[in-house]
């Protein structure tokens, strides 16, 4: 924790739904003594937020401060050690907050999942928070803390073994209840929107190692779009839909590594659906949908009508939804040497909004309190290179299941 500043915590986007939730995570968990306060544009609506808290959150300060105010932004970030934001679509709101983080050298995390978002902090900020010490941690939800971490885990349990780096490595999502959250949704419309009609920022979200830089690591990673017979379970596997997004993540880890997961790592993302016709009509049905549901978010006129279903930003779930949520992935690897790991992250609680919260507020409070077990490191960082172990560590005192065998 910084002395030098008043604030070791800011969460940017107390007053949405998402901060609403991450603001009472911080208020039940965060170690006495964390100095934390609330931010955002509206004194009022930060004012209900909280009281809303309880004792605990009585003397937060509040801070006022607009995505569309880059003094505010300014400010906030001079005042933080660490700037928690669920201000989104990033793409839309994000680039000056990250600009303030970085001049500050403040450190900061966020949800995003918008290739085109991280790709510009990459392009505009990356050496410059190198210089200035922060680091800059995007994705610190369900995009993309299970795909990071897991294989995070298997390449030190691979490295330990001294059973040499990873070769190709599957995520398989077991089980995966919950919303989609009205954000996710804005996201993905926002960045359709933006690649429609040029084809230079259609072939960055298209690119697998669209966040890799210059490390390009192993030939033949591919996206995988159709259903097919997975040959080592002998079952049908069906694209995940968060898959185009983690796979890149997951590939700037090892690049920001400096290709440490192995010169033969290979990695992807997929839904099991079973053996038999029964199972090759759930993996097609799956893959339609995504297809469809795209393609739908792309076409303006059927994208009205796909506004009025699904849900808006701000919009979530009830309280008793988000905790019969839960998820469960399977991450299998082969090592180089043949030895065969998997890794297990799972949760209780609706991924994109309770398990959500959780994970990017221990994210903050890895940065803001144990921060010197974090990488001593800045950059436009990922999750498992920022703050891997301390972060795992964290979420497993939280109830999360991460364990690898």
Known sequence: MDSDRDLDLTLFGATGFVGGLVA??????????????????????????????????????LVLADAQDP??????ARRSTVVVSTVGPYLRHGIPLVQACVEAGTHYADLTGEVLFVRQLIDRFHDAACASGARIVVSCGFDSVPS?????????QAEADGAGGLTDTTLRVRTLKGGLSGGTIDSMRLQLQTVQGDRSLARIVGDPH?????????????DVWRPFVDAQTGQWDAPFVMAGYNTRLVRRSDALRGGAYGP??????????????K??????????????????????GVRAL???VLPAPGQGPSEESRREGRFTIETSTVTQDGTRYA?????????????????????????????????????????????????AQRLREQGFTLDVS
């Open 24 to 61: 009472q995570h911080l208020a039940q968990t965060a170690p006495a003594g964390v100095r934390l306060g609330l931010a955002g544009r509206s004194h009022e609506r930060l004012l209900r937020v909280r009281d809303s808290l309880g004792v605990r959150a009585a003397h937060w300060p």
């Open 71 to 76: 003094a505010s932004l300014r400010d906030l």
């Open 148 to 156: 990071d971490l897991a294989v995070h885990l298997l390449n030190r």
């Open 210 to 222: 669209a966040l890799s830089g210059p490390w390009r690591g192993a030939s033949g990673q591919r």
């Open 264 to 277: 033969r790592f290979r990695y992807r993302e997929v839904v099991p659906t079973g053996s038999g016709p």
């Open 279 to 300: 199972a090759m009509a759930r993996a097609g049905a799956l893959a339609a949908g995504m297809a469809v549901l795209m393609g739908a978010m792309s076409t303006p």
């Open 306 to 308: 796909l506004d009025r």
């Open 343 to 391: 890794a297990t992250v799972a949760a209780d609680g609706d991924p994109g909004y309770a398990a959500t919260s959780v994970m990017l507020g221990q994210a903050g409070l890895a940065m803001a309190v144990d921060g010197d077990r974090c990488s001593p490191e800045g950059g436009v960082l990922t999750p498992a290179v920022a703050m891997g172990d301390v972060l």
